[in-house]
């Protein structure tokens, strides 16, 4: 009996974070809701802002979503700690919604396996782009032309905290240029692009997608992916990530 109180205890106290865990995600949709409503207030009736102040404001409530659902799940409710309980955004020992702890638990197992789900088609994703990246050969600066090679040594030249040294690439792989970031950032070019896109419009996309890794788009674009992957039920997530694509 001994032997079998300790697996029945701990399964038990799973149970029970379980249980709060889905409450507190649950009590918790209206809040983000309220978040992300916010925050397209801000940008809706403040004047017109650039590129950079609309993702930030999106961006931090992304993260204010996620984080009123996760440190709320982890803190418990009921308990008699009033900072806890202050974190929790709730009375100590109400909820506005509350399952049996059986059905949170079954919750909780499907949450687990979308999440699962979700998060396997993210590093499928990046598991493509390694393989296309394997398709990029370096184009060569003395094949540039003189303006071009002039924009990529200038912005390249550029040194900050944020800056990051890229690599100019072509592939067949690709029909529109892109940038590829997190451990080696780079651009990718169509082959055709080179050859027949005048140097002018070239500087313009090459400008942009440099803007784009100098602002570290590729992490967040990643750190919002797995985001959306962990809170796949969440409307606001889901809104958010959008607005943020």
């Known amino acids: 009996p001994a032997q079998l109180l300790v697996p029945d205890f701990a399964f038990r106290q799973l149970e029970r974070w379980a249980q709060m865990g889905v409450e507190r995600a649950i009590n918790a949709l209206p809040e983000g809701l309220l978040i992300a409503l916010f925050a397209w207030a801000v940008l809706h009736f403040l004047p017109k802002q650039n590129s950079r102040t609309r993702f930030a404001v999106w961006f931090l409530a992304l993260l204010a979503v996620a984080g009123t659902a996760c440190l709320g799940g982890l803190m418990p409710t009921g308990s008699n700690n009033r900072v806890f309980a202050s974190f929790a955004f709730a009375p100590e020992g109400s909820s506005a919604i509350s399952l049996p702890a059986h059905w949170a638990a079954y919750v909780f197992v499907a949450w687990l396996l979308g999440a699962w789900v979700a998060m396997a088609r ?60 997190l451990w080696k950032p780079m651009i990718v070019l169509p082959a055709w692009a080179l050859a027949e896109m005048p140097p002018a419009d070239l500087n313009i996309i090459l400008r942009h997608e440099f803007a784009h890794l100098r602002r570290w788009d590729d992490w967040t674009n990643l750190l919002q992916k797995m985001v959306r992957a962990l809170f796949f039920f969440h409307p606001a997530v889901w809104w958010i990530e959008n607005r943020l694509s």
Do not use: I, K, W, Y
């Open 122 to 181: 993210l590093f499928a994703g990046l598991f493509r782009l390694r393989e296309l990246r394997q398709t990029c050969a370096p184009v060569d600066a003395a094949t540039l032309d003189p303006l071009v090679r002039q924009t990529v040594e200038e912005l390249n030249g550029v040194r900050s905290f944020a800056s990051r040294p890229v690599t100019l690439s072509t592939s067949e792989r690709v029909r529109v240029p892109a940038a590829l970031g």
